[in-house]
């Protein structure tokens, strides 16, 4: 089925086009705007903190077969929330990085920084309501140009696991978060508020034994 799908022959997907946001119930919407395989970076990131974000959310379902979480980088400019915001919540496992996801559903939603200066969402596959523009991840968002962490997978990766990162991928998204920032696309974001710098819910910190049962320690793969 998933691997039929990019197949469309007639069906031209106009890009870029505007992408509904969307947690599993549906409470909390947003929009990310003038979406295209250029506008943003997709990756597949098998990092220890990504897959235990999963776990804390009981929502293995996110991860593919590796324990891989499939991510859209893009500009803060281009993500509105349009409902539901008294619903969404973050997680801090390391310093640096906030987990946003929705207390309604508990569907992961992206990672940003700490604060709004650094002009990046992270946002994740779960929130994207694909079916909605009835377009594959593939055609709207491109196939993701690498993997990232897979000395951490939890499994054999699945045989369409992107590529590792070379150097050139690393250059293009540096020269690309540049570019945000130099057309103002760095913010407003909507996990910070503008004036104040603060967090749209306060982080939540894990105890010591919260954080033991959600790293796994299981696998031979390390
Ligand atoms: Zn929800
Ligand atoms: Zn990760």
Redesign the pocket.
């Known amino acids: 089925m998933g691997a039929d799908s990019v197949i469309t022959g007639i069906d031209v997907v106009r890009l870029p086009l505007n992408l509904p946001l969307r ?6 919407r947003g929009v990310a705007s003038d979406i295209s395989p250029s506008s943003g970076i997709r990756f597949v990131c098998y990092c220890k903190d990504c897959q235990a974000f999963a776990r804390f959310l009981e929502r293995p379902d996110v991860l593919d077969p590796g324990g891989g979480t499939d991510i859209f980088q893009m500009p803060p400019r281009r993500v509105k929330l349009t409902a539901g915001t008294d ?1 969404v919540r973050c997680l801090r496992l390391s310093k640096g990085v906030l987990r946003w996801y ?1 207390d ?2 508990r ?1 992961p939603i992206g990672n940003t920084a700490a604060g709004p200066r650094f002009p990046v969402v992270a946002l994740i596959h779960s929130f994207i309501d694909h079916e909605a523009v009835d377009h594959s991840r593939d055609e709207v968002l491109g196939p993701p140009i690498c993997r990232i962490h897979e000395r951490s997978a939890i499994g054999p990766l699945p045989p369409n696991a992107p590529t590792r990162a070379s150097l050139g991928v690393f250059t293009r998204r540096a020269s690309k978060i540049l570019g945000w920032c130099l057309r103002g696309l760095g913010r407003p974001t909507p996990f910070f508020d503008d004036f104040t710098k603060a967090p749209l819910s306060a982080p939540r910190v894990l105890t010591r034994s919260e954080r033991a049962v959600l790293y796994y320690t299981g696998g031979a793969v390390t």
């Open positions: 947690c599993r119930c549906g409470r909390v619903a929705t309604c559903c569907t």
